[in-house]
């Protein structure tokens, strides 16, 4: 019995030693200590310690310096290359910190108001139709399985680029009453079908049942341009089709200038929007490749000049975006790009791509009289904290038009097509 109540006594004692250790400062600094960091040159990196804790490096590489006090220890990085941090507590290794510094790489913020054309791939189904046939109300499309977000790809063998293709193909078939052998893409996979097209007959035309649409238009804001390249990366999310809400699979497309003319103001549950035309010459400035979570991707034709900020910048990694004061390049009039201040209420640091890495709050009074906060179009203004490039505007909160997500920009370049992590390093001249 005695031994017993000893053990529970015991048991007790370790209990709340372990809770003790949990929130015991000095452990948690080391625990929020990461095992890898990545840097790049000519920028540092510091965490905080223990005070009993010091550091020094593991090899004898000069690629990095160490600057550190009693309460933290900064990594400072002077060259491409790896190296080791060991932590040590009177003299006794407790952790080693994996350093790897990258070489210097930049690119140039956009902020500019940009037009967007995209052409699908195929066409895209964007609704049914009824057609009035002597037999009845129906849509052809339909009863073949055709649904809303289908995209045609070929019709008897023929590939099909452009709404002009379908037509003569319908004609025919209705003309001599023969089935069309329908090559279909969807979410899930491809599939055939067969779609006999029928006759109005209030017209003398066969029809599909179905309405279609082969481009899309709008506009958003330019992100980056990097110089070496000419790729850039725009808008920070997908562009999807405004009746089926599916993204849209793009063969190509266009960018070109785009002018601010009027702002529709934000409100609790009433996202804003910024109403633009394209330049009047339309000159299209760069093309369109890709189109994903996280934005639009491409390369520019011509030069591209925000008049604020037309320097290559270097950029932050997840892990370096911080909480507090940051700044967005965007046009609230006409093709003027504006400098507003903004709150970078948290950030995720992500080891993987995610659309979703940071939460923001426009504070610029300026930008919340004219906008309200953030309005559509605004997607894609670069976010630049001391000095670096770190992501872009992609939503607004409905209830809330001064905050929204903001993805990081290292994800934006993957999406480009740019190995931040391979780049060769650029000699002054």
Same mark, same amino acid.
């Given at each position: 019995?005695?031994?017993?109540?000893?053990?529970?006594?015991?048991?007790?004692?370790?209990?709340?030693?372990? !809770?003790?250790?949990?929130?015991?400062?000095?452990?948690?600094?080391?625990?929020?200590?990461?095992?890898?960091?990545?840097?790049?040159?000519?920028?540092?990196?510091?965490?905080? /310690?223990?005070?009993?804790?010091?550091?020094?490096?593991?090899?004898?590489?000069?690629?990095?310096?160490?600057?550190?006090?009693?309460?933290?220890?900064?990594?400072?990085?002077?060259? *491409?290359?790896?190296?080791?941090?060991?932590?040590?507590?009177?003299?006794?290794?407790?952790?080693?910190?994996?350093?790897?510094?990258?070489?210097?790489?930049?690119? !140039?913020?956009?902020?500019?108001?940009?037009?967007?054309?995209?052409?699908?791939?195929?066409?895209?189904?964007?609704?049914?139709?009824?057609?009035?046939?002597?037999? +009845?109300?129906?849509?052809?499309?339909?009863?073949?399985?055709?649904?809303?977000?289908?995209?045609?790809?070929?019709?008897?063998?023929? *590939?099909?680029?452009?709404?002009?293709?379908? #037509?003569?193909?319908?004609?025919?078939?209705?003309?001599?009453?023969? #089935?069309?052998?329908?090559?279909?893409?969807?979410?899930?996979? /491809?599939?055939?079908? *067969?779609?006999?097209?029928?006759?109005?007959?209030?017209?003398?035309?066969?029809?599909?049942?179905?309405?279609?649409?082969?481009?899309?238009?709008?506009?958003?804001?330019?992100?980056?341009?990097?110089?070496?390249?000419?790729?850039?990366?725009?808008?920070?999310?997908?562009?999807?089709?405004?009746?089926?809400?599916?993204?849209?699979?793009?063969?190509?497309?266009?960018?070109?200038?785009?002018?601010?003319?009027?702002?529709?103001?934000?409100?609790?549950?009433?996202?804003?929007?910024?109403?633009?035309?394209?330049?009047?010459?339309?000159?299209?400035?760069?093309? !369109?490749?890709?189109?994903?979570?996280?934005?639009?991707?491409?390369?520019?034709?011509?030069?591209?000049?925000? +008049?604020?900020?037309?320097?290559?910048?270097?950029?932050?990694?997840?892990?370096?975006?911080?909480?507090?004061?940051?700044?967005?390049?965007?046009?609230?009039?006409?093709?003027?790009?504006?400098?507003?201040?903004?709150?970078?209420?948290?950030? !995720?640091?992500?080891?993987?791509?995610?659309?979703?890495?940071?939460?923001?709050?426009?504070?610029?009074?300026?930008?919340?009289?004219?906008?309200?906060?953030?309005?559509?179009?605004?997607?894609?203004?670069?976010?630049?904290?001391?000095?670096?490039?770190?992501? #872009?505007?992609?939503?607004?909160?409905?209830?809330?038009?001064?905050?929204?997500?903001?993805?990081?920009?290292?994800?934006?370049?993957?999406?480009?097509?740019?190995?931040?992590?391979?780049?060769?390093?650029?000699?002054?001249?």
């Amino acid at each position: 019995m005695k031994l017993e109540i000893i053990r529970k006594i015991i048991g007790g004692i370790l209990l709340v030693s372990l !809770i003790s250790l949990i929130f015991f400062q000095p452990l948690q600094r080391y625990l929020a200590i990461p095992k890898n960091i990545t840097v790049f040159e000519g920028q540092n990196y510091t965490f905080q /310690k223990a005070a009993p804790v010091s550091a020094k490096f593991n090899s004898q590489k000069s690629n990095i310096t160490l600057d550190q006090d009693k309460h933290s220890v900064s990594v400072i990085a002077t060259e *491409k290359g790896k190296n080791e941090v060991l932590l040590e507590y009177a003299g006794i290794p407790i952790k080693k910190v994996d350093v790897h510094v990258l070489n210097d790489f930049r690119v !140039i913020p956009g902020g500019q108001s940009i037009g967007v054309k995209l052409n699908t791939v195929g066409v895209l189904v964007v609704g049914h139709h009824l057609i009035n046939t002597v037999n +009845g109300k129906k849509s052809p499309g339909e009863l073949a399985g055709i649904k809303i977000g289908d995209i045609i790809t070929e019709i008897n063998g023929n *590939k099909i680029e452009k709404m002009t293709d379908v #037509a003569p193909f319908v004609q025919t078939a209705g003309q001599d009453g023969k #089935a069309l052998d329908m090559v279909i893409n969807r979410e899930s996979g /491809k599939f055939t079908t *067969k779609l006999t097209p029928l006759k109005d007959k209030g017209e003398n035309t066969y029809k599909l049942g179905l309405y279609i649409r082969d481009s899309a238009a709008g506009i958003g804001t330019m992100t980056f341009v990097h110089p070496q390249s000419k790729k850039y990366g725009a808008l920070g999310h997908v562009i999807s089709d405004m009746d089926t809400k599916q993204p849209i699979v793009v063969e190509d497309g266009q960018i070109v200038r785009s002018t601010v003319t009027s702002i529709e103001k934000g409100s609790h549950g009433d996202p804003g929007e910024k109403l633009a035309h394209f330049s009047s010459d339309r000159e299209v400035v760069g093309n !369109i490749q890709k189109n994903s979570p996280f934005g639009i991707f491409g390369e520019l034709n011509k030069e591209l000049k925000n +008049g604020v900020l037309d320097k290559p910048l270097p950029i932050a990694l997840s892990h370096q975006v911080k909480e507090g004061p940051a700044k967005i390049l965007t046009v609230v009039n006409n093709d003027q790009v504006e400098e507003f201040n903004i709150e970078i209420v948290s950030t !995720i640091p992500q080891k993987f791509p995610a659309t979703k890495g940071m939460v923001i709050k426009v504070t610029d009074p300026k930008l919340l009289e004219k906008t309200g906060g953030i309005v559509q179009g605004m997607s894609g203004s670069p976010i630049i904290q001391d000095g670096k490039l770190i992501g #872009a505007v992609t939503h607004v909160f409905v209830n809330d038009p001064t905050s929204g997500y903001g993805v990081h920009i290292e994800w934006m370049l993957n999406e480009a097509g740019i190995n931040i992590y391979e780049t060769p390093k650029n000699k002054a001249s």
